[in-house]
């Protein structure tokens, strides 16, 4: 009843620049906080980025100063600008968002299918 669908992903090289999108739609009554998480290679997923619905965000360290996470609530997506990418930033990123649907009103986490990034040269 509610999916998440991410896009942006792709191959860019070191140094460079990508931004992911994720849109949020269905049954959605609320949408509460919005993120992204990676997962390298024999690794385990780890959180990137995230924010709030009033807008707050926090950052891993990793990415603190490269990454912008930012969202549009009317439009149901979050987006991830990513700049100054290294090869330890090749992962397959993820969209989570915690979503209140219309039918029950519960809180539940979803996820998207992931989108795959690839820094090289």
């Known amino acids: 009843q509610v999916q998440l669908v991410e896009s942006g992903g792709g191959l860019v090289q070191p140094g460079g620049s990508v931004r992911l999108s994720c849109v949020a739609s269905g049954s959605i009554f609320s949408i509460n906080d919005m993120g992204w998480y990676r997962q390298a290679p024999g690794k385990q997923r780890e959180l990137v980025a995230v924010?709030?619905?009033?807008?707050?965000?926090k950052y891993s360290d990793s990415v603190k100063g490269r990454f912008t996470i930012s969202r549009d609530n009317a439009k149901n997506t979050v987006y991830l600008q990513m700049n100054s990418l290294n090869p330890e930033d090749t992962a397959v990123y993820y969209c989570?968002?915690?979503?209140?649907?219309?039918?029950?009103?519960?809180?539940?986490?979803?996820w998207g299918q992931g989108t795959q990034v690839t820094v090289a040269s």
């Open positions: 924010i709030t619905s009033g807008g707050s965000s």
């Open positions: 989570n968002a915690v979503i209140m649907t219309r039918t029950n009103r519960l809180a539940v986490n979803y």
